[in-house]
């Protein structure tokens, strides 16, 4: 991680607080990942819900209540400010997030319409939750340094621990499931033991980078904050310096989103792993791999040719791996570890980029960092709300996806496993190109950018 280490003076983060702030991504990537991977299929596979019905009960969550709950903590952190700092929103992070955990999987008997209800509702709190930590998170790394290059080194610390959050969620969570005999119990057994995890991880944060962050709350603090009416709110969202990489990364995690939710259905059906589970813990332990050593080859690479052609250039890498990936379901294990590897480098390289890019937008413009941050997030959440369960159970009800076969542990229709291949391949592909191509059309001609 040498290159990470970076020595420039202006601006210029000791480790102890690039690692301080960094920690908190754990507990933001498990909130993030865990509902991504587990829930659909949980509420599909373990529950006996149809795909479609299971898909709306999450999805209408994550675009009303996480949308909304992030905008207005945005709007909130940038005007209570001068009384309340940024890190310590992260404490009330740490005393819901356990609640929202625990509450999210222990799914009461009852009916199909009672337990899509329950989700449905709980899932309505943990947007409010991830929300509440979330957002602040994010807007305090553009106000940590002054210096653009720096920020990479911060986003590239983050990158590094959001692979200690990818591997929780992705291989941890899945091996306790494994473990404790797959079924609801299960669920649960790991829920406790994420909400355990994911309040150490804000309090961490909240200490680790305190100091830096008080000191940037003071400069911040000098100048008064502004109240915006929802139309002045927008007006400095639709900014096209801001639009444009708001809508290429919007493209790009829908196309993530489908991956990440599609990838047991993937490892279940198409491959016929029996140990699914299992092997998605090793795919994710390498994908991990990739995202902790590339990162210092995407700084050099940024500082070399800048950050809008390093973004595209890691974006083609993400996108050609899925492609290719969709049908080689049967070239066997060591061909899934190969791909799960280049794919999360160029997966690391588009998201450290993006977070770099709105950072710098925001430092430029801090009176609405909070604004710019929550509509990243909310981004983040419409695209895996849309991607990451909307769309995978249209598309998997629509090629004849059959929960009951599923719960019975019988094989999927060929036609089903065709809806698999392309919700898991071929669409994130697509989406992650269309993304590139507009920030390579649009991009440059936003300076900066």
Known sequence: MSVIADTRP???LGLGAQLGYGVGQIAGQVFRDVPSLLLLFFMTTVLGIAPAIAGTAIFVPKLIWGVGSDMLVGILSDRWQRRIQRRYWLLAGALGAPVAMVLLFHVPEGSTSLRVAYVACVFSL?????????????AIAGELTSDSRQRNVIMAWRLVFTAVGVLTSGAVAPAIVQSQGGGQGAYETMALVLAVICPLALLAAFFGSGHAAKQSA???NGEARVRL????????????????L??????????????YASMLYFLSYNMVRTDA??????????????????????????????KRRAYVASTVVFAATYAVWAFAAQWGTVAAYVLSFV?????????????SMMSDIASEDDRHSGLYAAAWIATDKIAFALGGTLLVGLMLSAFGFDSARAVAGLPQAPGALIGVMVTFGLAPAALNVLGAMILARWGREQAGI
């Open 246 to 259: 708001l809508g290429a990364n919007l493209l790009q995690l829908m196309g993530g989103g489908m991956a």
């Open 218 to 220: 003071y400069v911040a």
């Open 126 to 138: 943990y947007m409010m939750v991830f929300a509440s930590f979330s957002v602040p998170y994010l």
């Open 343 to 355: 794919a999360a480098i160029g997966n690391a390289g588009w998201t450290m980029l993006g977070f």
């Open 277 to 306: 589970f299992q092997l998605i813990g090793g795919l994710v332990f390498v994908a991990c791999a990739g995202i902790v050593v590339s990162q210092p080859m995407w700084v050099a690479v940024a500082a070399r040719i800048g």
């Open 229 to 244: 009416s929802p139309r002045e709110a927008i007006g400095v969202l639709l900014a096209p310096r801001f639009s444009v």
């Open 10 to 12: 202006a601006g210029t």
